[in-house]
């Protein structure tokens, strides 16, 4: 066994949720579609810049134990982490035993002391398509390293095929990532992110829920999982819209999701969780590890906002969460007043938007999440593989109670409602039509 170190705050809070329920694990998961256009796509070559970048990351090679009682990790670089293939081609439908599959891998229990952190897989669903996989336990892994995880293996593959040496720029080791959120929670800074959410949280109103029985709900590795492309009008006018707000186009959809769940559930105060990287400095945004957090977004009187007035609400609340991102969601939650079981603060809204564009030489190739962490009620992912490439929304429900034609039809309201926001921004948000099998305004 190597050299031991504690764990992020993060982390120990994933630590104790693991323990929640004896029948359900946290996951990170995604897989990349990527079919052939150019030249057949190499496997090999992708393979060896999955683990080289995977070498440097350390994540997959985490090991956890107990210590003194108390859980601690370790790097273990004798850990088997590769990519396997698995064929599918010769399936009756390739394309459904490939989710089958992947749903198999990221729905079943680990045991975080014994078990390895991370799976990776090329699924040949075709001759010229493959999906590769990647599923990491969220004590090890955040979204935001399985995403750097993602862009090392894609750059590397890049850089090979065009016969550049690939740039290891410097980045923390998981130890150092460790060491930086110790430094923090001892800050002068800590004390400061504590007043402003003590103040941000005092009345926090009553979580929303869409669901026909909330309380009844408890954690299961299954989602219901719906997805929609955004329309291409829609999403050129979004895109004007925020320039005209002087907003993100993050902000928009954010903003626009408040207001369904505000008119769906007649409730003037919502208030949204927000996953956020938790990472501070440049070195530690290229690290692997486990420092992401979630936060709440509080959006006062929102049925009487207009469109406009809602997007500059929550461009303010998003910028005060982001500047005090480091401090704890637990932290929160008890300033709160809340359970210490709690696992957000109401509908999870997570905004993935990549810097650059999501390109692999050679290829076609779409990008695709499959679990991002606990949910106890509803997420909605909204996601971009790069400026100008379609935004895809995804809309998850606790399957325990939300059934998938609840969700799908969620997310079809969501779409017209936010067709309108979009088209009628100076309309207050109470006046929106919201039409579906469960809600009709």
Known sequence: MGETFGLTASQRNMFDAEHLQDDYSVVVAHYLDITDVDRRFDHERFRAGVIAG????????????????????YIDPSVPFGVHTVDLRGEADPVVAAHDWMRADHEALMDVTADQMAVSAFLRVADDRTFWYLRGHHIAFDGFAALTC?????????????????????????????????????????????????????????????????????LAPHHEVRSMVMPADDQRLLDARAIEFGASSAAVLGAAFAAYLAVSADRDDIVLSLPVTGRATAKIKRAGGMVANMLPVRLDGVLTHSGRDLVAAATLELTGCLRRQRYRFEDIAERAGLSDTVTSFGPIVNLVFF?????????????????????????????????????????????????????EDHLAAFGGLLHEFLHRPDAAVRDLPVSSGLVSR
């Open 54 to 73: 995977a070498r440097v990351l350390e994540t997959a090679y985490s090991r956890f134990t107990i210590v003194d009682g108390q859980p601690a990790q």
């Open 355 to 407: 810097d650059k564009p999501l390109a692999l030489d050679g290829a076609r190739v779409s990008y695709h999440i499959l679990s991002s962490g606990i949910l106890d009620d509803l997420r909605i992912n909204l996601y971009q593989a790069g400026a100008g490439l379609p935004i895809v929304v995804d809309l998850h429900g606790n399957s325990t109670i939300y059934s998938g034609a609840e969700i």
């Open 150 to 218: 993602l862009h090392e293996a894609v750059d590397r593959y890049n850089s090979s095929t065009r016969g550049e040496t690939y740039e290891v720029a410097p980045r923390a080791t998981v130890a150092e990532v460790v060491a930086d959120d110790e430094k923090y929670r001892d800050s002068s800074r800590r004390v400061a992110d504590a007043e402003y959410w003590t103040e941000r949280v005092s009345g926090l109103p009553e979580r929303v829920s869409l669901a026909q029985a909330p309380s009844a709900g408890r």
